[in-house]
């Protein structure tokens, strides 16, 4: 089959390698329909954290269940299904209280790479989810972005406490970023402040929801935000970043009591404790529990109250995987869908 391999920083390609197999009773093998680059993608690809090449690549995936394991029961041959970007059994105590990104037995998707013709799916009674009906090819995309980036984006807003009467600020204006918008929106803050320095971006944000766009970054961008609520600074802070500026300028636009919620993938960041003592501030993040969400947002999706999937503004086949990471590394496209 065909699959994406990344062989150092900037050097993708679309290789033949083996099909994959049962390899344990609780495994699925899916057929993908359609997978896509993650902004996460990018930090080996710059870079920033090692690559051990040729690695296979991807993690977001809607597909077809092509086998299932002896001990499979809630997935069948022929469902489509989502599945998370972190495999997890969904019985442990961790995933019981809503943390499956954590579960004990946790299999992080991007080490098996989903950017390919067909993926293992280990745990799969606890990582997939049937999807009801026929999906339109908008209610695709949508789906496809459910399986991280909206999942994330929704986690970061759950994790802020964003809710009615809740000025929202979000840093950070990637998909996970833009989603946390959408989040924010549809749990029912009053206010949503975007920042964002890129005219698209900031517009989808307004189609999320966005009340406010505050193009300042760093302390100025800090400065803005306190000014657009009297002082105070945010409730809720979505950080979609994760790099030092982004880390602290997410802390620092936030009041006192409120909540920061981090989902961006941290690099270099670091605390300063007697900083974050005063700055009276929760922080909850991490590996987003895409599971935990998952349902909800899939009957979200398939009854057209939300509409995620446009994120996606560049649509290429998988032999075309180079160049989808070199559009979003370029900033030429938000998010990049590959379609097989």
Known sequence: MRAVMMYAPGDVRVDEVAKPTIEAP??????????????????????????NGPSPMGHEYIGVVEQVGDEVREVAVGDFVVGSFVASDNTCEICEAGFQSRCIHQVMMGGIGTQAEFARIPLADGTLVKVPG??????????????DVLGTGWYAAVAAEAGPGKTVAVVGDGAVGLLGVLAAKQLGAERIIAMSRHADRQALARRFGATDIVEERGEAGVAKVKELTGGYGAHA???????????????HATRAGGRVGFVGVSHDVQLEGQELFFA?????GGPAPVRRFLPDLIDRIMRDEIDPGVVFDLT?????????????????????????
């Open 280 to 284: 009276s501030v929760g922080l909850l």
């Open 237 to 251: 802070t979505i950080e979609a970043v994760g790099t030092q500026e982004s880390m602290q300028q997410a802390i």
């Open 316 to 340: 290429l086949p998988l032999e075309e995987a180079a160049e989808a990471y070199r559009a979003m590394d370029e900033r030429r496209a938000t998010k990049v869908m590959l379609t097989l």
């Open 26 to 51: 609780t495994d699925a093998v899916i057929r993908v329909t359609a997978t896509c680059v993650c902004g996460s993608d990018l930090w080996p690809y710059r870079g920033a954290q090692p690559v």
């Open 134 to 147: 026929e999906p339109t090819e908008a209610q695709l995309r949508s789906l496809l972005a459910a399986s």
